[in-house]
C-alpha cells in the first residue's frame, strides 16, 4: 500500500478546472484550454506522499526547471507560455505557477543515465544489463558509464513504480520514428546538462524527462516538446564531484535525508508494513529544504531569495 498519507483537497479558482493532483504538482485546465501547474512544496519517498512539506520548495523547483528551459531552448522547445497567475489564484501560487501549452503526451519517462546506480543497478547486478542494454564488466555502485544511456519506463500512477521497458517496446508503442526522436532529443539535452552541471561541480548521474507532440504542428512531422520538471533534484541524481567516489552509494542534492530517516529505527517505520511514514522531524525538513537551495544556488550561480 502507498500513496498519499493525507490527500489535499484541490484549491478552487473560478475559471480554473481541476484536473489531477500529483505528488507534487497540481494541475488545471483554463477557459482557454491551457495548462496550469502549481508545483506544491509536498515531497515523497518511497511511493508515499508524506506529511510535512519542505518550505519553499515547489518555486525552487519551478525556477530551476526555466533557468533549464532557457538553456535549453535550441535543443528543444518547451511548453511554457506565462508564469503570470491567473486571476482570482492564492498569492500563494506566484513563483510556482506556470501556464502551458497543451500536449499530446507520450506516455514514457524519458530517462538518461550517465552513471551506474538506482534501479539501474540493480538490473545490471542481476544481468549485466540495464533496459535490456549490455554493459561491460567490473561496474560498481557510482561508476561511469561508457556512453550515457537512453533507458526508457513507462509513468506509473501515484503510489506505483515507473516500470523500466525496453527501447524496442517504447518504439512498438509509439512509433519507430517517434521513438528514435525521444531517445536523441533526451540524450542530447543530457548531454548539455550534464557538461553545465560539471563545470559547477556536480555530477548529473541521471534524470528522467516527459515529452509531448504539439497538437499544432505538422501531422505527418509533430514537432516535439519538453514538458513538465526538468532537471531539478526530484527528476535527477545530482553529486557532488569532489566526493564522488564509485563503490559506493553518492552523497547526492535531494531528498536521501528522508530516504535516511524514514529507514532508520529513530522513524519506527516499517516500509515493507501498510501503515503510512510518520510525519518527518523539523531537523530532517530543514537539512532537505537546504539541499535543494544549495542545488539552485551551484547550478545557477545566483542566490536563492
Known sequence: MSGFVVKPEPVQVPGLDHIHTGKVRDLYRNAAGDLVMVASDRTSAYDWVLPNEIPDKGRILTRLSLWWFDLLADLVPNHVISTDIPEGAPADWAGRTLICRSLEMLPVECVARGYLTGSGLAEYERDRTVCGLALPEGLVDGSELPAPIFTPATKAEVGEHDENVSYEEIARRIGADTAAQLRQTTLAVYGRARDVARSRGIILADTKFEFGLDPDSDKDDPRLVIADEVLTPDSSRF???????????????????????????????????????????????????AKYVEAYERLTGTPWS
Open 239 to 289: 553529486w557532488p564531484a569532489d566526493s564522488w567516489e564509485p563503490g559506493r552509494p553518492q552523497e547526492s542534492f535531494d531528498k536521501q535525508f528522508i530516504r535516511d530517516w524514514l529507514s532508520s529505527p529513530e522513524s519506527g517505520w516499517d516500509r515493507t508494513g501498510e501503515l503510512p511514514p510518520p510525519p518527518l522531524p523539523d531537523a530532517i525538513v530543514e537539512r532537505s529544504r
